[in-house]
C-alpha cells in the first residue's frame, strides 16, 4: 500500500484546486501547460502499474484478463487495451520510459510509438538488436519533439519497418501478408465500424469486387443515382457478402447463417448476433431471403428446448449450445473448435437435446471421458464441471467457463 498511500495526499490537493472564474490568458495557458504535465506523469504512472498487475498475475488469478480487470477500474476499453500494451513494453524501452516519466510525451505518443516499435519487429524477418531497437525510439521520438502526431508517428514507423524488411531480404510491404488485420467494432448506436490494412492482391481483389457492384444506377424515374460512392460502396459490400453466402450460385440458399436471439416475454427486444438489439421490422425483413436462424430465449438466456431426438446434434441444436456456452465449457477454447458433448452419455441413454448438451473442445472432451471430469447440469440450466478427486478433494462444481466471471450461487 506504500504507493497508493504517496500518491493518496497528490490526490487530495489536486481535488481541492480550484480554477477561479477570471484569469489572465498567459495563467491560464501556464496552468493548462502543467495540468497535461501532470496527466502524462499520471499516464505514464498507470501504465507502469499496469506492468506490475500483468507480471503479479493478478488478472489471471481472478479468472480474467488484465484488460477485463482495468475495465472494471474504470477503464474505457481502448485506454484499458493501450495501458496493458505500453505497460508490457516500456521494461524493453528505457529511452521513452525516461521520457514518460518525465511528463514530456503524452500517452497517446506514448502508445504509438511503442504501437510503431511493434510493427517494425513484425516486418523485421530477424531478431531485433537492442541497438536497432534504441535507434527506433529515438527515430520516433525525434518526430514527436518536432511537433508529429500519433498518427504521423505510426506512419515513421512504417516506414522504418519497410526498410528493416528491405535490408534484411524481408517482403515489401505491400506485398506481405503477415501484418495484414481486419478489425471491427460495434459503435453505440449499434452499427459496425471496419478497419482493414491488406497487402496489395487481397486490396485489390477487395477494390475489384466492390467496384464492380458500385457503379451509379439511375433512379427508377431516370434521375441520377441519389447516393454517394461512399453509400454505394458499402451497398456493393453488402451484395459481395451475400454472393459469398450463396458459394457464387446466386440461386442457392445461403450457407452462412444469421443468428437472431427473442426473448419469450419481450419479443420485441430481439438481438442479432454480433450486433445487438434490432426491430421487429428488421426481423421481419431478415426472414424473407436471409438464412436465419431465431432462438427463443427464457429470462436466463436459455434457449427454450428445440430437440429432435438423433445421436449427432443436428445443427440447429449446435447453435442453441454456441449461444449458452459461447466457447468449452473447460477451457474457453472457440465455439468453432468444440465438440457437442452429451452429458449423460448417449450408450446410457442420454438423449440428444439441449439440456443433455455442453460444447468442450477436443482436449477438454478427453478429459471428461478418460480423466475423471464430470459435467452436471446446474438448477440454473447451465452445465457445471466437477474435477476430480486428484484435482480438489471436494469436487466442488466449478461454473463454464463463460460465467466463471460472474457472482454466482452454487447452484449445480
Avoid at 203 to 220: D, N, Q
Wanted: aromatic fraction near 2%; include cysteine.
Amino acid at each position: 500500500m506504500g504507493i497508493a498511500l504517496d500518491l493518496q495526499p497528490l490526490l487530495d490537493h489536486l481535488r481541492d484546486v480550484v480554477v477561479p472564474d477570471e484569469m489572465a490568458g498567459d495563467e491560464a495557458v501556464e496552468a493548462v501547460k502543467c495540468a497535461l504535465k501532470l496527466r502524462h506523469v499520471i499516464d505514464h504512472l498507470a501504465a507502469t502499474l499496469t506492468g506490475v498487475l500483468d507480471r503479479c498475475g493478478v488478472a489471471a488469478a481472478q479468472g480474467r484478463t488484465l484488460r477485463e480487470l482495468l475495465m472494471s477500474l474504470g477503464c474505457a476499453p481502448s485506454v484499458a487495451e493501450r495501458m496493458v500494451r505500453v505497460g508490457g513494453a516500456l521494461p524493453l524501452l528505457p529511452t521513452l520510459t525516461a521520457h514518460a516519466r518525465d511528463g514530456a510525451i503524452s500517452g497517446e505518443h506514448v502508445d504509438a510509438i511503442v504501437k510503431g516499435i511493434n510493427h517494425i519487429r513484425a516486418r523485421s524477418p530477424g531478431q531485433v538488436s537492442e541497438e536497432a531497437r534504441f535507434r527506433q525510439v529515438t527515430d520516433l521520438l525525434g518526430q514527436f519533439f518536432s511537433g508529429a502526431t500519433p498518427a504521423d508517428i505510426g506512419n515513421r514507423a512504417r516506414k522504418l519497418g519497410n526498410r528493416a524488411a528491405a535490408a534484411e531480404g524481408g517482403l515489401p510491404a505491400a506485398e506481405d501478408r503477415s501484418v495484414n488485420t481486419l478489425d471491427h467494432r460495434v459503435t453505440s448506436d449499434g452499427r459496425l465500424q471496419v478497419r482493414a490494412d491488406l497487402d496489395a492482391e487481397v486490396g485489390a481483389k477487395l477494390v475489384a469486387a466492390v467496384e464492380e457492384l458500385s457503379a451509379p444506377r439511375p433512379e427508377p424515374d431516370g434521375s441520377p443515382d441519389t447516393r454517394s460512392a461512399a453509400r454505394r460502396r458499402a451497398d456493393a459490400l453488402e451484395a459481395v457478402l451475400d454472393f459469398a453466402a450463396r458459394g457464387g450460385n446466386i440461386a442457392s440458399a445461403p450457407r452462412t447463417q444469421l443468428l437472431v436471439t427473442v426473448p419469450a416475454d419481450t419479443p420485441d427486444l430481439a438481438q442479432l448476433e454480433f450486433m445487438g438489439s434490432i426491430s421487429t421490422a428488421t426481423v421481419e425483413r431478415l426472414t424473407c431471403d436471409t438464412a436465419l436462424t431465431t432462438v427463443v430465449v427464457d429470462g436466463e438466456q436459455v434457449p427454450l428446448d428445440m430437440g429432435r431426438e438423433k445421436r449427432l446434434f443436428p445443427p440447429h441444436l449446435r447453435k442453441a449450445l454456441y449461444l449458452r456456452d459461447q466457447c468449452c465449457i473447460k477451457c474457453g477454447a472457440p465455439p468453432g473448435r468444440t465438440h457437442a458433448h452429451h452429458i449423460v452419455h448417449w450408450t446410457h441413454h442420454g438423449e440428444t437435446s439441449l439440456s443433455n448438451g455442453c460444447l468442450l473442445c477436443p482436449a477438454c472432451h478427453a478429459n471428461i471421458h478418460h480423466d475423471g471430469w464430470d459435467v452436471v447440469m446446474g438448477l440454473d440450466r447451465h452445465p457445471w464441471l466437477i474435477p476430480p478427486a486428484v484435482v480438489d478433494p471436494q469436487r466442488r462444481p466449478v461454473p463454464a467457463y463463460n460465467r466463471r466471471t460472474m457472482r454466482l450461487d452454487h447452484a449445480a
